[in-house]
């Protein structure tokens, strides 16, 4: 599976991205996916996830109420919606996919053992 994400930019605080992240190679049925960050200097976190059905989602408590996963298989695609942006969403953000055998996200998204990785699009909020 080849993930390519994009959907990035700049935008000023309080404003709205939508991150896409487009599948190749293989459907991503059956596959739970999700969205890392990374800030400069900082660890790689957990942002959201989707299970493969759609039916569960997962959110790290700083996105909750402002970020929603969605995807559409048909279409081989998943998104991020990212409303009231704030300078601390500042990050490359990477897409990802877990091959998961049962619907739902066991003990959570970040928990999930991804296999594959998108390269990452750059989101910068300015204040």
């Known amino acids: 599976v080849q993930l390519q994400a994009s959907g990035g930019g700049l935008v000023q605080l309080g404003n709205s991205l939508r991150l896409s992240c487009a599948a190749s190679?293989?459907?991503?049925?059956?596959?739970?996916l999700g969205w890392f960050r990374q800030a400069p200097g900082k660890e790689r976190e957990f942002v959201a996830a989707i299970d493969r059905n759609g039916g569960s989602t997962d959110y790290a408590d700083s996105v909750k109420g402002r970020f929603t996963i969605s995807r559409d298989n048909a279409k081989n695609t998943n998104y991020l919606q990212m409303n009231s942006l704030k300078p601390e969403d500042t990050a490359v953000y990477y897409c990802?996919?877990?091959?998961?055998?049962?619907?739902?996200?066991?003990?959570?998204?970040?928990?999930?053992?991804?296999?594959?990785w998108g390269q990452g699009t750059q989101v910068t909020v300015s204040s």
């Open positions: 190679g293989r459907t991503l049925v059956g596959y739970a």
């Open positions: 990802a996919a877990a091959n998961t055998p049962f619907p739902g996200l066991g003990s959570g998204g970040s928990r999930l053992r991804y296999s594959y």
